[in-house]
T-cell receptor, first 116, second 109 residues
Framework: GAGVSQSPRYKVAKRGQDVALRCDPISGHVSLFWYQQALGQGPEFLTYFQNEAQLDKSGLPSDRFFAERPEGSVSTLKIQRTQQEDSAVYLC??????????????FGPGTRLTVL | QKEVEQNSGPLSVPEGAIASLNCTYSDRGSQSFFWYRQYSGKSPELIMSIYSNGDQEDGRFTAQLNKASQYVSLLIRDSQPSDSATYLCAVGGYNKLIFGAGTRLAVHP
């Protein structure tokens, strides 16, 4: 079946612009995660959704970052007034169940954001 | 101290050799551990998960866990050039994964 998809795959933004990144999780997956991966680093957790509820947003680096999943499926990560330090790959992952740290997370291809 | 530590490498091994990748973690209460492989420009792909002390084998891959030493390792037997990638160690936290920075593996013919 289809895996996690993300769009756009690449985004170039001028500093100060707003961007929106989309994630389509695997159908039926309850949990959805966003991670940020800087060049040469491992992914870093941003936020977690269980269905439509955002249960953890402790990793969001500033109030310019906002995520939503209004109907419990597709999620959007929005970054307002982008800065150069926001340049990274943004990865979305989903897992079948909720509240269990042993569940496998399946990653999408990522969106590479470059802020000029 | 980072929560999950890995040697960044590169680790260079000849084709056919055993590659040994290591990872330490700081949270003694961690219960789940994962190894992801990431090719350049691609997303992480799960290759092994381990939850109990000891060894777990899957084909050419063996994951080893020692909770007392807070240490996880991945052995790749009969390394192939196609195994050349970055290997990410991840520890399961509450509703998140905590990743190390990854070890770059290069398998040369």
């Amino acid at each position: 079946g289809a895996g996690v998809s993300q769009s756009p795959r690449y985004k170039v933004a001028k500093r100060g612009q707003d961007v929106a990144l989309r994630c389509d999780p695997i159908s039926g997956h309850v949990s959805l995660f966003w991670y940020q991966q800087a060049l040469g680093q491992g992914p870093e957790f941003l936020t977690y959704f269980q269905n439509e509820a955002q249960l953890d947003k402790s990793g969001l680096p500033s109030d310019r970052f906002f995520a939503e999943r209004p109907e419990g499926s597709v999620s959007t990560l929005k970054i307002q007034r982008t800065q150069q330090e926001d340049s990274a790959v943004y990865l979305c992952a989903s897992s079948l169940v909720a509240g269990r740290d042993t569940d496998t997370q399946y990653f999408g291809p990522g969106t590479r954001l470059t802020v000029l | 101290q980072k929560e999950v530590e890995q040697n960044s490498g590169p680790l260079s091994v000849p084709e056919g050799a055993i590659a040994s990748l290591n990872c330490t973690y700081s949270d003694r209460g961690s219960q789940s551990f994962f190894w992801y492989r990431q090719y350049s420009g691609k997303s992480p792909e799960l290759i092994m998960s381990i939850y109990s002390n000891g060894d777990q084998e899957d084909g050419r891959f063996t994951a080893q866990l020692n909770k007392a030493s807070q240490y996880v390792s991945l052995l790749i037997r009969d390394s192939q050039p196609s195994d050349s990638a970055t290997y990410l160690c991840a520890v399961g936290g509450y509703n998140k994964l905590i990743f190390g920075a990854g070890t770059r593996l290069a398998v040369h013919p």
